[in-house]
């Protein structure tokens, strides 16, 4: 079956730094990725759209500048928290929507803890 | 924008009973339906999904009912075991196949089930 790897799983940062978070199709092209945050307890939220070779979409509320995506190849999309603060701590979700099925794909996830 | 609303926030059963959890949504548009099973910690996992042009589907244990009239979809389990226990969420979403707009091929998600299955 399809698979979508996210990379780290976990990560701890200071409050004020930056921190990268991959998201990868495996074994399919994806010109398609969705990135979701997830606080304890509640649903899963989408950030942004991100397209191949193009800006990303953000949803109403989300900080493009704070929360960079870029989507560099049919493969690879990749999420950076700037200047990163406690509040920002979630667990980070991407999925991948397969271009010849239309199926999305969900990757395991990323926990970011700011500290 | 799409709306989803999930009910109830909590559910718990007795192994062997049957589970069901309601959504509503409001885009009229939406066609695809998706359930995901979710484990503490761990990737949302799709455990069944329904499209507009059909209004029931089972798979074993778990079947998956729709009625786009009043536009509100629901999961049910039978049989429920311990190892059901998770949160689950429902979720609708437009059409992927309409080209262009960003806005087609979102899944909006319900606000999560906590299921309870004691032994």
């Known amino acids: 079956g399809a698979v979508v790897s996210q990379h780290p799983s976990r990560v701890i940062c200071k409050s004020g730094t930056s921190v990268k978070i991959e998201c990868r199709s495996l074994d399919f092209q994806a010109t398609t990725m969705f990135w979701y945050r997830q606080f304890p307890k509640q649903s899963l939220m989408l950030m942004a759209t991100s397209n191949e070779g193009s800006k990303a979409t953000y949803e109403q509320g989300v900080e493009k500048d704070k929360f960079l995506i870029n989507h560099a190849s049919l493969t690879l999309s990749t999420l950076t928290v700037t200047s990163a603060h406690p509040e920002d701590s979630s667990f980070y979700i991407c999925?991948?929507?397969?271009?010849?099925?239309?199926?999305?794909?969900f990757g395991p996830g990323t926990r970011l803890t700011v500290t | 924008g799409e709306n989803v609303e999930q009910h109830p926030s909590t559910l718990s059963v007795q192994e062997g009973d049957s589970a069901v959890i309601k959504c509503t949504y409001s885009d009229s548009a939406s066609n695809y339906f998706p359930w995901y099973k979710q484990e503490l910690g761990k990737r949302p996992q799709l455990i069944i999904d329904?499209?507009?042009?059909?209004g029931e589907k089972k798979d074993q244990r778990i079947a998956v009912t729709l009625n786009k009239t009043a536009k509100h979809f629901s999961l049910h389990i039978t049989e429920t075991q311990p190892e059901d226990s998770a949160v689950y969420f429902c979720a609708a979403r437009r059409g992927a196949y309409n080209a262009g707009g960003t806005s087609y091929g979102k899944l909006t998600f319900g606000q999560g089930t906590i299921l309870t299955v004691h032994p």
């Open positions: 999925s991948a929507r397969d271009s010849d099925s239309y199926e999305q794909y």
């Open positions: 329904i499209r507009s042009n059909v």
